[in-house]
C-alpha cells in the first residue's frame, strides 16, 4: 500500500518502541513519520500538520482523554500504543480511539492503521 501524503506522528518516550512502529509503518505504507517524546506532543502538534498520531497511552484516563482532546483537535486520527489491558479509551462524544498492545504486532498495528486511515476519508 502506498500513501506518501499520510503524514504520520508517533508521541512515544521508549524511543527503542517508537522505532520499531516507525519501521513497521515506513515498509507498509510509504508515509513519513515523526518521532516525540510525550512532553512534547502539545509542541508538536502547534508545529506540524499529522494525519494520524499514535500515542503512548498514560495510566489515567483523565490524562488519556486530554490527550485525545488535543489530537483530535489538530485534526488527526489516534491510536494508542498500550501496555495495559484495556482496549478502547472512551473520548468525550462517545467516540472511542482504539489501541495497539506493547509489544508491537505488525498484522495489529496496521489493522488499526487502516481502519483509522479509513475513517479519515469517509
Do not use: H, W
Given at each position: ?11 512515544e518516550n521508549q524511543y527503542l518502541i517508537a522505532m520499531e512502529v516507525e519501521q513497521i509503518l515506513v515498509d507498509a ?29 498514560a495510566p489515567t484516563e483523565a490524562l488519556n482523554r486530554d490527550r485525545a482532546r488535543q489530537v483530535t483537535q489538530s ?48
Open positions: 500500500m502506498s500513501n506518501p501524503s499520510l503524514r504520520v506522528l508517533i508521541a505504507l510509504d508515509c513519513t513519520v515523526a518521532i516525540v517524546p510525550l512532553v512534547r506532543l502539545k509542541d508538536q502538534l502547534r508545529e506540524g500538520k499529522f494525519d494520524l498520531v499514535l500515542l503512548d497511552k485534526g488527526a486520527a489516534l491510536i494508542f500504543l498500550s501496555s495495559y489491558d484495556d482496549a478502547l479509551v472512551e473520548a468525550p462524544g462517545s467516540e472511542a480511539f482504539p489501541s495497539v498492545t506493547k509489544p508491537i504486532q505488525a498484522e495489529e498495528l496496521m489493522r488499526a492503521v487502516l481502519a483509522a486511515t479509513a475513517r479519515m476519508s469517509t
